[in-house]
Structures are given as C-alpha cells and as structure tokens.
C-alpha cells in the first residue's frame, strides 16, 4: 500500500487564520510534505496563526504527530501566532497494519470560517 498525504490549505484573510486540512496517510516520511506546506502557509502571512487539521486523515503514525510538535516547538514564529495541530480521539492506524491507537492529545476544534475561503490543493507521496 501506498501512503499518500493530500493537504486542503485555506487562507481566510477576514478571519485572520490558515488551516492546513490533511486526509489521506500522515506518516513518518510524509510529515516532510506537510511541514513544508507550513512553511509556505507561513510565507502567506507570517502573522497569522496556523491550524493543521488530522481530524480526517485515514491513517496517522505517531511518529509523525510527534514531528509535528517538535516542529511547533522550535518554529520561531510560535511565540508570536500558535501552530495549531488537531487530532481525532484516536490515531487511525494504517487499515492493512492494525486497530486505532489513542491520541497524544485532546481534539479541538475551531468554529467555522464564516466566509468562502481561498484555496490552494497540494498533494505529495510518502
């Protein structure tokens, strides 16, 4: 099986926030994809705050999820705007591997953006 991470970014400049929606495969060796899409969110608007969205990925490897927070915890722009990450409940495990594991963290969620929001569609293997 292949592992493939799709991202859904959204810059919603009335709401002042980027969301980073994520499906498909979260792992070990596609966090990079989604970590240099940060980057680019960033880039966008430095000040905004960044919300990553796992909430609907089929598959996310612990792993990954822990990339993720020692990224937020070293991002210089953290102190300044949040980077964000929300999980499900559970971390879906890959289908062909095992059942679900439990989250390293609660799952929050953000209301709504109130209007259409701009979108960009970026994909990469893993």
Do not use: F, N
């Amino acid at each position: 099986m292949t592992h493939k991470i799709s991202l859904l970014i959204r810059a919603d400049i009335d709401l002042d926030a980027i969301e980073l929606v994520v499906t498909g495969c979260l792992t070990e060796q596609s966090v990079t994809a989604l970590l240099e899409q940060i980057a680019r969110a960033r880039m966008l608007d430095p000040a905004s705050p960044i919300r990553v969205d796992l909430t609907g990925a089929q598959h996310i490897e612990p792993r990954a999820v822990d990339v993720l927070h020692e990224h937020a915890a070293r991002d210089p722009l953290t102190h300044r705007r949040a980077l964000r990450v929300d999980l499900p409940e559970e971390l879906p495990a890959c289908p062909l591997e095992s059942p679900v594991l439990p989250a390293t963290s609660p799952r929050r969620v953000l209301p709504a953006p109130a209007r259409p929001a701009r979108e960009h569609r970026a994909a990469a293997g893993g």
